[in-house]
């Protein structure tokens, strides 16, 4: 019998002012008509372009399928039944089909009532594996591309809890597959267990300012079940169905083939686990086998990362980013930092990149050493690899020009900018498979290319470079012209002949997917998915740019109902939803990146639904919080929201579409910390929605959202800016949404429960909503259907009415 599941509702107005059993409601028919959709297939393709794979799902996921059984450890959420993240997104149809034709074919054979995760190609591109959950657990499945036929290669009997339980061999004929052992423990019931003591941690004195994380361990009972859910066996298992064990049981999170196929390295978890910090920071050793099992060395030795110093530069004393290098047939690379992890030491480099050649009998070689925080490597060729750095405290990000096989030639800096500067982005390094099947640099008579999305103060022009590795300097090849759609670059086919994919939609026209020859312009359609929301395809919809009080430059894309006359101007409610960003400069913080030709797609993330319901809406509304030189943002976070309120609510309201009287603001998770902070100390908005927030800043004590200062170097900052300390200010109608199960750092459902509690206690009109079994964000069905009633209702009373 299934589980009866209502929401619980803490009103105010139209409803009572105590708690309240409502069943699920559906919003307006012009919203309805919107949400209820079927969502498009997402699709990939072979190497040589010749197949493509149409995969669909379900638009949202139900209730049935949140009510699971699910634990929650370390980080990590489990469903125990099944053995796969709890949070698994799954395919419900796969289709095949051959790029020169129109029609896709039915993949044949599936699982009824199919549950797919974990797609993947072999390397020969000939066959498609993929898992199927059913009740009992998981099965490894395979389909044969040129017959479209699937068949079923395990039992149900994989372990999905941490990522894909499946990693192709470079043979493309054996999978290597994390199999639960035949004397896996039962695992405990907690809340039956008794307990032979109390949990207990102990401070040693060293400082460990954490982020507030979900989900972690608490006691000795997680810790079993926790070690018993990802322990595997790993078995090598033949598409012939034929299985061999491979290694022994033990914590497998993590195995990574070399380029050429000769060695594997495995990563897997060790004791001691962490009370205070999540798997990713658990103690993890990497060892490298050859393709027999044989072992060659352990590579790395990863012990807990409880402490760190301060800041988000900081990062752990022992090797990290530890992978193959995809330029090579058997190299690993990793980086140690030179600062010790702490961005408070002084130093000329931060970070030192290493090479180690298989089977690692020589000491690793150094490659680079980088100014900053290391951000990652594009191996091309032996003597040829591009890198980043960055440092968030600046908001600097370089690019290097090195030779990894000569460290004693001095890399070139071909870049050097504020990573926030989009208008200066020189785009991205193009890549290419290599004879390995891994991406590497494209490289062409000395030159390589950059793909950029184009962002300029006139519009948006995305665009392909050519940079020749001797001058350093890059020519312009492609710049797409289009002012009525976007055309987004995607990948270099054939840079001789000139041949790209792209994608291109207009504000009306879906996206879709083509081939574009540059030298021609010639295009040639490769999807032709169609507009599920022909209602709204003639609404008004424009970029608008205008300036706050001290001369940041904003903007916000407006949209206005079907049929409202602009000329006659009818002064209409207005709907703001936002999002605030932390800057360093007011150049960056005044750039906008917004196109009005992206297609309109409304979801519950946005208030776009209610253009068809009569209200101009300023979605994505630009909110920056700038703190130059050495002040911070969030300094002055309260009187720039406010700014930016202003600075949207004149432009519109000189523009005569608006009555600047009835205007509503809305955001979610740090969109509705500020709108709980807009409501509470200005008087321009008439009522507000704020969903999955967090909004007593003391309570997350180390650290939010862009904050380094923890609440001993800046308590005024933590108190001002937290709604929940100034509830008694707060007199402007509040709609309060919260998933039930909020799995984000920070926003922990509490929150949402104890400001509704101090809100009640002072007497503001607030209404609170508790979702069922979601999440930070909100997937099922009948959920969102009634969160989009529940904004209806409210903004019907509080602002239109």
């Keep these: 019998m299934k589980k009866v599941i209502s929401i619980l509702f803490l009103c105010f107005g139209f409803f009572s002012l ?7 409601q559906t919003p307006p028919k012009e919203i309805l008509a919107l949400a209820d959709y079927e969502i498009t297939p997402s699709i990939s393709m072979d190497k040589d372009r010749n197949y493509m794979l149409l995969s669909y799902r379900n638009t949202y996921k139900t209730l049935d399928d949140l009510n699971q059984s699910e634990m929650k450890l370390g980080g990590l959420r489990i469903n125990p039944d099944v053995n796969i993240g709890s949070s698994t997104l799954y395919l419900k149809n796969l289709k095949i089909r051959k790029l020169k034709d129109k029609v896709e074919t039915q993949v044949a054979g599936l699982p009824e009532n199919a549950k797919i995760a974990n797609t993947a190609w072999s390397p020969d591109y000939k066959t498609i594996a993929f898992t199927n959950s059913t009740n009992s657990g998981v099965e490894l499945w395979l389909i044969d591309v040129v017959s479209a036929k699937a068949r079923k290669l395990t039992e149900a009997n994989l372990n999905g809890n941490v990522g894909s339980p499946f990693s192709w061999f470079n043979d493309s004929q054996n999978l290597l597959v994390r199999v639960l052992p035949n004397n896996k423990p039962s695992l405990i019931n907690k809340e039956k267990a008794i307990p032979t003591g109390p949990s207990v941690s102990s401070s040693d004195g060293s400082k460990s300012q954490n982020r507030t994380y979900q989900d972690l361990l608490k006691n000795k009972t997680d810790e079993a079940n926790f070690e018993s859910l990802i322990t595997s066996e790993l078995y090598k298992i033949n598409t012939n169905g034929s299985s061999t064990l491979f290694k022994k049981a033990d914590m497998y999170v993590g195995e990574n083939f070399s380029p050429d196929g000769k060695y594997i390295m495995i990563n897997t978890v060790q004791k001691p686990f962490s009370y205070i910090v999540t798997v990713s920071r658990f103690p993890l050793n990497s060892i490298v086998y050859d393709v027999d099992g044989n072992l060659i060395k352990v590579v790395n030795e990863v012990p807990l990362d409880e402490i760190r110093p301060k800041g988000f530069m900081a990062t752990r004393a022992s090797k990290r980013s530890m992978g193959w290098r995809s330029d090579k047939p058997a190299s690993l690379s990793y980086v140690l930092p030179l600062d010790g992890g702490d961005p408070a030491v002084d130093v000329a480099f931060r970070d030192e990149v290493f090479s180690w050649d298989a089977p690692f009998n020589n000491e690793p070689v150094s490659v680079l050493k ?70 590497v640099l494209l490289m062409n008579n000395g030159n390589l290319y950059l793909i950029g999305e184009g962002h300029t103060k006139e519009g948006q022009f995305p665009f392909i470079d050519e940079f020749n590795i001797k001058t350093l300097k890059s020519k312009r090849l492609y710049t797409s012209k289009y002012t009525d759609k976007i055309e987004r670059l995607l990948s270099i086919e054939d840079i001789n002949k000139g041949n790209v994919i792209i994608n291109l939609q207009s504000k009306n026209e879906f996206p879709n997917y083509y081939f574009r020859n540059l030298k021609s312009s010639k295009i040639t359609p490769i999807t032709t998915f169609q507009n599920p929301f022909e209602s709204i395809k003639d609404v008004y919809k424009e970029v608008i740019k205008y300036k ?12 206005l109902p079907v049929g409202y006359e602009r000329n006659k101007k009818e002064k209409l409610p207005l709907l703001i939803w936002a999002y605030p960003e ?21 979801y519950y993330g946005s208030f776009v639904y209610w253009v068809t319901r009569g209200y101009a809406v300023l979605d994505d509304a630009s909110f920056p919080i700038v703190g130059e030189g050495t002040s911070e943002p969030n300094d002055t976070f309260i009187d720039q929201l406010i700014m930016n309120s202003e600075a949207a609510i004149n432009a519109l309201d ?45 309570l997350t004590p180390f650290g939010f959202q862009s904050e380094q200062r923890n609440y001993w170097d800046a308590p005024e900052v933590y108190n001002t800016m937290s709604p929940f300390m100034n509830a008694h200010k707060m007199k402007t109608p509040l709609l309060l949404v919260h998933g039930e199960a909020d799995n984000n750092p920070g926003t922990f459902t509490l929150q949402t429960e104890r400001y509704f509690q101090a809100l009640k206690g002072m007497g503001a009109p607030a209404r609170m909503v508790l979702l069922p079994k979601e999440s930070h964000s909100y997937v099922a069905k009948e959920n969102i259907f009634h969160l989009l009633w529940e904004q209806d209702q409210f903004l019907e009373k509080h602002l239109k009415n």
């Design 654 to 698: 000189d523009l005569g579409y608006i009555n600047r009287e009835k205007v509503a603001i809305g955001g979610h998770s740090y969109g509705a910390f500020m709108t709980a902070n807009l409501l509470t100390h200005s008087n321009l908005f008439a009522c507000g929605i704020a969903r999955s927030g967090a909004y007593n800043r003391t």
């Design 548 to 559: 706050r009080k001290d001369g940041v430059e904003l903007s916000g894309t407006l949209y």
């Design 582 to 602: 932390e800057y360093k400069d007011k150049n960056s913080a005044g750039q906008s990146a917004l196109n009005e030709n992206e297609f309109t797609y409304p």
């Design 18 to 24: 105590a708690q309240e059993n409502l069943t699920y």
């Design 370 to 439: 980088t100014k900053d925080r290391y951000a990652g490597i594009v191996w091309g060729t032996n003597d040829l690899a591009v890198a980043y750095d960055s440092w968030y405290d600046t908001r600097n990000t370089r690019t290097y020009l090195f030779n990894p096989s000569d460290s004693s030639v001095k890399p070139s800096i071909i870049s050097d900018r504020n990573s926030q500067d989009i208008y200066s982005d020189p785009g991205n390094f193009e890549t290419k498979k290599n004879e390995f099947n891994k991406e």
